[in-house]
Protein backbone atom coordinates (compact mmCIF):
# COMPACT_ATOMS: atom_id res chain seq x y z
CA UNK A 1 0.00 0.00 0.00
CA UNK A 2 1.56 2.99 -0.95
CA UNK A 3 2.22 6.17 1.82
CA UNK A 4 -1.39 8.77 1.53
CA UNK A 5 1.31 11.49 0.31
CA UNK A 6 2.25 9.68 -2.63
CA UNK A 7 -0.74 9.08 -3.67
CA UNK A 8 -1.80 12.47 -3.44
CA UNK A 9 1.44 13.18 -5.53
CA UNK A 10 -0.13 10.82 -8.24
CA UNK A 11 -3.43 11.66 -8.11
CA UNK A 12 -1.87 15.46 -8.52
CA UNK A 13 0.09 14.74 -11.81
CA UNK A 14 -2.80 12.97 -12.96
CA UNK A 15 -4.82 15.90 -13.08
CA UNK A 16 -2.87 18.22 -13.67
CA UNK A 17 -0.92 16.35 -16.98
CA UNK A 18 -4.93 15.09 -18.27
CA UNK A 19 -5.72 18.86 -18.29
CA UNK A 20 -2.83 19.45 -20.58
CA UNK A 21 -3.58 16.59 -22.87
CA UNK A 22 -7.38 17.50 -23.28
CA UNK A 23 -6.56 21.39 -24.15
CA UNK A 24 -3.55 20.57 -26.31
CA UNK A 25 -0.85 17.87 -26.18
CA UNK A 26 -3.11 15.61 -27.52
CA UNK A 27 -3.67 16.26 -30.63
CA UNK A 28 -0.09 17.54 -30.93
CA UNK A 29 0.73 14.02 -30.09
CA UNK A 30 -1.34 12.98 -33.24
CA UNK A 31 0.30 14.87 -35.24
CA UNK A 32 3.93 14.48 -34.93
CA UNK A 33 3.35 10.49 -34.95
CA UNK A 34 2.45 7.94 -38.17
CA UNK A 35 0.10 5.10 -37.44
CA UNK A 36 1.37 1.70 -39.05
CA UNK A 37 -0.23 2.11 -42.09
CA UNK A 38 -3.56 2.73 -44.01
CA UNK A 39 -6.73 0.45 -44.11
CA UNK A 40 -9.52 0.41 -45.46
CA UNK A 41 -13.08 1.92 -44.44
CA UNK A 42 -15.42 2.92 -47.38
CA UNK A 43 -16.72 2.93 -50.77
CA UNK A 44 -17.83 6.35 -51.43
CA UNK A 45 -19.06 8.87 -54.44
CA UNK A 46 -16.62 11.13 -55.69
CA UNK A 47 -17.45 14.83 -54.47
CA UNK A 48 -15.56 17.95 -56.21
CA UNK A 49 -11.93 17.90 -54.57
CA UNK A 50 -11.32 14.25 -53.99
CA UNK A 51 -8.15 12.60 -55.36
CA UNK A 52 -8.77 11.17 -58.58
CA UNK A 53 -6.15 8.89 -57.81
CA UNK A 54 -8.38 7.35 -55.32
CA UNK A 55 -11.46 6.58 -57.56
CA UNK A 56 -12.57 2.23 -57.48
CA UNK A 57 -12.80 1.53 -61.17
CA UNK A 58 -14.56 -1.61 -60.78
CA UNK A 59 -17.35 0.18 -58.35
CA UNK A 60 -16.92 3.33 -61.01
CA UNK A 61 -17.98 0.86 -63.83
CA UNK A 62 -20.50 -1.22 -62.06
CA UNK A 63 -22.56 1.97 -61.19
CA UNK A 64 -22.31 4.08 -63.84
CA UNK A 65 -20.85 6.88 -61.78
CA UNK A 66 -17.60 7.70 -60.04
CA UNK A 67 -16.59 6.20 -56.25
CA UNK A 68 -13.73 6.46 -54.68
CA UNK A 69 -12.14 4.28 -51.52
CA UNK A 70 -11.16 5.73 -48.13
CA UNK A 71 -8.58 4.66 -45.89
CA UNK A 72 -8.07 5.68 -42.42
CA UNK A 73 -4.57 5.73 -40.83
CA UNK A 74 -3.96 2.77 -38.39
CA UNK A 75 -3.13 4.85 -35.12
CA UNK A 76 -2.27 1.79 -32.73
CA UNK A 77 1.16 2.54 -31.98
CA UNK A 78 3.60 1.41 -28.95
CA UNK A 79 5.07 3.58 -26.60
CA UNK A 80 7.97 2.71 -24.22
CA UNK A 81 9.27 5.09 -21.52
CA UNK A 82 12.49 4.25 -20.38
CA UNK A 83 12.87 6.42 -17.17
CA UNK A 84 16.42 6.89 -15.27
CA UNK A 85 15.87 6.59 -11.34
CA UNK A 86 19.49 6.82 -10.80
CA UNK A 87 20.28 9.13 -8.09
CA UNK A 88 21.85 11.70 -9.96
CA UNK A 89 18.47 12.59 -10.96
CA UNK A 90 17.24 13.43 -7.40
CA UNK A 91 19.43 16.98 -8.32
CA UNK A 92 18.02 20.06 -8.73
CA UNK A 93 18.55 23.72 -7.82
CA UNK A 94 15.77 25.41 -9.66
CA UNK A 95 11.73 24.77 -9.22
CA UNK A 96 11.91 21.07 -9.47
CA UNK A 97 14.39 18.08 -9.69
CA UNK A 98 15.18 16.51 -12.28
CA UNK A 99 13.52 12.81 -11.50
CA UNK A 100 10.16 15.38 -10.91
CA UNK A 101 10.66 16.62 -14.52
CA UNK A 102 11.29 13.35 -15.72
CA UNK A 103 7.74 11.62 -13.90
CA UNK A 104 5.92 15.03 -15.13
CA UNK A 105 7.03 14.28 -18.87
CA UNK A 106 6.11 10.30 -18.99
CA UNK A 107 2.66 11.47 -17.27
CA UNK A 108 2.30 13.59 -20.37
CA UNK A 109 3.27 11.52 -22.55
CA UNK A 110 1.40 8.08 -21.15
CA UNK A 111 -1.58 10.10 -21.09
CA UNK A 112 -0.89 11.62 -24.98
CA UNK A 113 -0.71 7.49 -25.82
CA UNK A 114 -3.53 6.30 -23.72
CA UNK A 115 -6.01 8.82 -25.26
CA UNK A 116 -4.79 8.00 -29.03
CA UNK A 117 -5.69 4.67 -28.05
CA UNK A 118 -1.88 3.31 -28.09
CA UNK A 119 -0.51 1.29 -25.91
CA UNK A 120 2.21 2.68 -23.16
CA UNK A 121 5.32 0.69 -21.17
CA UNK A 122 7.62 1.59 -18.72
CA UNK A 123 10.85 0.69 -18.01
CA UNK A 124 13.05 1.94 -14.96
CA UNK A 125 16.42 1.60 -14.66
CA UNK A 126 19.53 2.17 -12.58
CA UNK A 127 22.74 0.25 -12.30
CA UNK A 128 20.36 -2.11 -13.54
CA UNK A 129 16.78 -2.98 -15.05
CA UNK A 130 14.82 -1.84 -12.10
CA UNK A 131 11.32 -2.36 -12.92
CA UNK A 132 9.34 -3.48 -16.46
CA UNK A 133 5.87 -2.69 -17.03
CA UNK A 134 4.81 -4.04 -21.00
CA UNK A 135 2.89 -1.66 -22.96
CA UNK A 136 -0.81 -1.41 -22.27
CA UNK A 137 -3.71 0.53 -22.81
CA UNK A 138 -6.52 1.94 -20.42
CA UNK A 139 -6.82 4.38 -17.55
CA UNK A 140 -6.01 2.22 -14.66
CA UNK A 141 -2.59 0.82 -16.88
CA UNK A 142 -1.64 4.85 -16.95
CA UNK A 143 -1.99 5.43 -13.30
CA UNK A 144 -0.23 2.49 -12.19
CA UNK A 145 2.62 3.77 -14.48
CA UNK A 146 2.02 6.70 -12.51
CA UNK A 147 2.66 5.60 -9.00
CA UNK A 148 5.28 3.63 -10.25
CA UNK A 149 7.38 6.57 -11.74
CA UNK A 150 6.44 8.71 -8.77
CA UNK A 151 7.12 5.85 -5.81
CA UNK A 152 9.75 3.76 -6.78
CA UNK A 153 12.69 3.36 -4.89
CA UNK A 154 15.68 2.12 -7.07
CA UNK A 155 17.62 -0.42 -5.17
CA UNK A 156 21.04 1.01 -6.58
CA UNK A 157 22.09 4.42 -7.17
CA UNK A 158 24.31 3.80 -10.24
CA UNK A 159 23.22 4.44 -13.53
CA UNK A 160 23.59 1.49 -16.81
CA UNK A 161 22.31 3.19 -19.63
CA UNK A 162 23.42 0.53 -22.34
CA UNK A 163 21.78 -2.40 -20.46
CA UNK A 164 18.37 -0.58 -20.52
CA UNK A 165 18.62 0.05 -24.17
CA UNK A 166 19.61 -3.63 -24.96
CA UNK A 167 17.02 -4.73 -22.70
CA UNK A 168 14.67 -2.80 -24.84
CA UNK A 169 16.11 -4.16 -27.89
CA UNK A 170 15.74 -7.39 -26.74
CA UNK A 171 12.15 -7.52 -25.63
CA UNK A 172 10.47 -5.49 -28.54
CA UNK A 173 11.33 -6.71 -32.12
CA UNK A 174 8.83 -4.79 -33.36
CA UNK A 175 8.76 -0.80 -33.84
CA UNK A 176 8.18 1.44 -31.23
CA UNK A 177 8.48 4.63 -30.35
CA UNK A 178 10.88 4.72 -27.30
CA UNK A 179 11.74 8.39 -24.95
CA UNK A 180 14.31 7.70 -23.17
CA UNK A 181 14.03 10.03 -19.95
CA UNK A 182 17.38 10.21 -18.54
CA UNK A 183 20.72 13.02 -17.72
CA UNK A 184 22.75 10.86 -19.66
CA UNK A 185 25.64 11.55 -17.34
CA UNK A 186 26.60 7.87 -18.25
CA UNK A 187 29.43 6.56 -20.56
CA UNK A 188 29.13 3.26 -22.34
CA UNK A 189 26.09 3.58 -23.88
CA UNK A 190 26.69 4.64 -27.20
CA UNK A 191 27.00 1.51 -29.20
CA UNK A 192 23.53 0.82 -27.58
CA UNK A 193 21.99 4.07 -28.03
CA UNK A 194 22.59 3.46 -32.19
CA UNK A 195 21.24 -0.27 -32.34
CA UNK A 196 17.98 1.56 -30.77
CA UNK A 197 17.46 4.36 -32.90
CA UNK A 198 18.30 1.91 -36.05
CA UNK A 199 15.45 -0.32 -34.62
CA UNK A 200 13.12 2.53 -32.97
CA UNK A 201 11.76 5.69 -32.90
CA UNK A 202 13.83 7.13 -30.32
CA UNK A 203 13.40 10.19 -28.46
CA UNK A 204 16.35 11.22 -25.92
CA UNK A 205 14.32 13.54 -23.61
CA UNK A 206 17.70 14.92 -21.71
CA UNK A 207 16.68 16.04 -17.70
CA UNK A 208 19.38 18.81 -17.00
CA UNK A 209 19.90 21.69 -14.53
CA UNK A 210 21.45 24.89 -15.36
CA UNK A 211 24.17 24.87 -12.40
CA UNK A 212 25.17 21.40 -14.06
CA UNK A 213 26.74 23.50 -16.61
CA UNK A 214 27.89 26.71 -14.96
CA UNK A 215 29.21 27.43 -11.29
CA UNK A 216 28.00 30.24 -9.35
CA UNK A 217 31.35 32.09 -7.63
CA UNK A 218 29.26 31.20 -4.10
CA UNK A 219 33.57 30.32 -2.22
CA UNK A 220 34.05 27.04 -0.89
CA UNK A 221 30.89 24.31 -1.53
CA UNK A 222 31.21 20.47 -0.60
CA UNK A 223 30.47 18.06 -3.67
CA UNK A 224 29.14 14.70 -3.20
CA UNK A 225 28.45 12.59 -6.63
CA UNK A 226 25.27 10.98 -5.56
CA UNK A 227 26.22 7.49 -7.26
CA UNK A 228 29.43 6.88 -6.20
CA UNK A 229 29.52 8.72 -2.81
CA UNK A 230 33.00 10.46 -3.75
CA UNK A 231 33.37 13.79 -2.39
CA UNK A 232 35.07 17.15 -3.25
CA UNK A 233 36.13 20.63 -1.56
CA UNK A 234 35.82 23.18 -4.54
CA UNK A 235 36.41 26.73 -4.22
CA UNK A 236 34.02 28.50 -6.92
CA UNK A 237 35.45 31.87 -6.19
CA UNK A 238 38.11 31.00 -8.28
CA UNK A 239 37.57 31.69 -12.37
CA UNK A 240 40.23 29.03 -13.70
CA UNK A 241 37.76 26.06 -11.65
CA UNK A 242 34.57 27.79 -13.17
CA UNK A 243 35.79 27.39 -16.95
CA UNK A 244 37.24 24.33 -17.10
CA UNK A 245 33.77 23.08 -15.53
CA UNK A 246 31.94 25.32 -18.09
CA UNK A 247 33.99 23.81 -20.51
CA UNK A 248 33.58 20.33 -19.34
CA UNK A 249 30.13 20.02 -19.52
CA UNK A 250 30.29 21.95 -22.81
CA UNK A 251 32.55 18.81 -24.39
CA UNK A 252 30.04 16.14 -22.34
CA UNK A 253 27.39 17.98 -24.20
CA UNK A 254 28.35 18.52 -27.74
CA UNK A 255 29.56 14.74 -27.74
CA UNK A 256 25.72 13.67 -26.74
CA UNK A 257 24.07 15.93 -29.03
CA UNK A 258 26.55 14.97 -32.31
CA UNK A 259 25.74 10.74 -30.96
CA UNK A 260 22.42 11.92 -31.31
CA UNK A 261 22.85 13.88 -34.78
CA UNK A 262 24.26 10.64 -36.45
CA UNK A 263 21.74 8.62 -34.96
CA UNK A 264 18.75 10.60 -36.50
CA UNK A 265 17.45 10.31 -32.56
CA UNK A 266 15.30 13.54 -31.60
CA UNK A 267 16.41 15.55 -28.09
CA UNK A 268 14.17 17.09 -26.09
CA UNK A 269 15.94 19.47 -23.63
CA UNK A 270 13.77 19.02 -20.23
CA UNK A 271 15.08 21.59 -17.42
CA UNK A 272 14.66 22.44 -14.19
CA UNK A 273 13.33 25.33 -14.74
CA UNK A 274 10.37 24.74 -15.49
CA UNK A 275 10.17 24.89 -19.24
CA UNK A 276 10.00 21.13 -19.99
CA UNK A 277 5.97 21.12 -20.87
CA UNK A 278 7.28 23.84 -23.37
CA UNK A 279 10.22 22.01 -24.96
CA UNK A 280 7.51 18.51 -25.26
CA UNK A 281 4.82 20.71 -27.13
CA UNK A 282 7.74 22.49 -29.55
CA UNK A 283 8.84 18.92 -30.40
CA UNK A 284 4.82 17.86 -31.45
CA UNK A 285 5.17 20.77 -33.01
CA UNK A 286 8.54 19.94 -34.96
CA UNK A 287 8.04 16.65 -35.71
CA UNK A 288 4.12 17.39 -37.24
CA UNK A 289 6.30 20.02 -39.95
CA UNK A 290 8.70 17.02 -40.40
CA UNK A 291 5.64 15.20 -41.47
CA UNK A 292 4.26 17.60 -44.04
Known amino acids: MLPTDVLRQVRRLHLRARRRVQTLLGGEYHSAFKGAGLSFEEVREYQPGDDVRTIDWNVTARSGQPFIKRYVEERELTLILVVDVSASQGFGTQQTTKRAVAAELAALLA???????????????????????????????????????????????????????????????????????????????????????????????RTFDPCESAWPAIGLIHLQDAETGQCWLVDTRSRAVRAAFAAASRTHDDAFRQLARRCHADVIEASTTGNHFDALLNFFRQRERRRR
Open 111 to 205: LCAVSNNDRVGLLAFSSLVERYVPPNKGPRHVLRLLRDILAFEARYPGTNLAQALDHINKIHRRRAIVFVLSDFLASGYEDAFRRTAYKHDLIAV
